[in-house]
């Protein structure tokens, strides 16, 4: 067994950009940091005999990755038809305007204030373009206007910041809120149970080869972490600030401000629950 294999979900190696699947190529934009892990994926999606593609998270405003983006899809021989985004993050959408204009295509989202066009998204939507299919899945949590996109035909699943290639993710509170993230983790599950998905293609990091895997693994450290705020609040820790420095003593200090949104949507959780 490799090391990769042995880590949760068992990630595909390092990140990089080109094929992920038989229909995902990804485009890796240059906005690296403690946030981001290599940068945000990019994802360019289309049938293997079409000349069309949809492109999921044009990603940062950064021209030369929009336009980066547009070369590989054309080197490929396919037009950009469509532009969807997984929430509305910067790294994920911010350049999704100046996408649209270089494109020429729509931007679909869940929030209205990302759409450049009449079409939105909503749980159950199917999109289909040059045979491709893709279903909307609602995954809220990270964010409220969070979705992802089921890809049958590669069994796949493209997660935005829901389920990262490497390590976990933030709730980011108050937008996010815990409790609707674990339902979005047992939906994931179920996709990955009756739906037969097995690969996560995530807005940053590594492909994932084990989805279900990569689920049971964040449906336990949400419960590993919230016992441990539960037990940090009954042991005097008031704050959110001071449960963090207490409960993430392990993690990078530049790490602290996003785990603090983390805990205040957990403290809500357990207050909501009657459990502090």
């Given at each position: 067994?490799?090391?990769a294999a042995a880590l949760p979900g068992q990630p595909r190696g390092g990140v990089q950009s080109g094929p992920a699947t038989a229909r995902a190529v990804n485009v890796l934009a240059p906005n690296a940091s403690a946030m981001t892990l290599d940068g945000t994926n990019t994802w360019i999606l289309a049938e293997p005999d079409s000349d069309l593609a949809v492109v999921i998270d044009p990603g940062p405003l950064d021209?030369?990755?929009?336009?980066?983006?547009i070369a590989v899809a054309e080197k490929a021989g396919r037009r950009i038809a469509l532009t969807l985004l997984t929430h509305g993050h910067p790294d994920h959408a911010e350049g999704a305007g100046r996408f649209a204009e270089l494109t020429g295509t729509a931007v679909r989202a869940l929030d209205p204030a990302l759409r450049l066009g009449d079409e939105g998204l909503a749980a159950g939507d199917v999109v289909t373009t040059g045979?491709?299919?893709l279903r909307v899945v609602p995954t809220p949590g990270h964010t409220a206007d969070s979705l992802s996109f089921h890809l049958p035909a590669d069994q796949a699943v493209l997660t935005g910041d829901t389920i990262l290639g490497r390590g976990t993710t933030v709730v980011a509170h108050p937008d996010g809120r815990l409790g609707d993230y674990l339902d979005t983790l047992r939906r994931l599950r179920s996709l990955t149970v009756d739906d037969g998905v097995h690969t996560v293609l995530p807005g940053h990091g590594p492909v994932l080869e084990d989805a279900q895997g990569a689920v049971e693994f964040y449906l336990a450290h949400r419960a590993h972490r919230l016992a441990q705020v539960e037990t940090a609040v009954e042991d005097g820790y008031a704050t959110a600030a001071q449960v963090v420095a207490h409960v993430y003593a392990d993690v990078d200090r530049s790490l602290w401000p996003a785990a603090e949104l983390s805990v205040l949507a957990q403290l809500d959780y357990l207050r909501e629950h009657g459990l502090i």
């Open positions: 067994m490799t090391e021209d030369g990755h929009l336009k980066n983006v045979g491709l299919e």
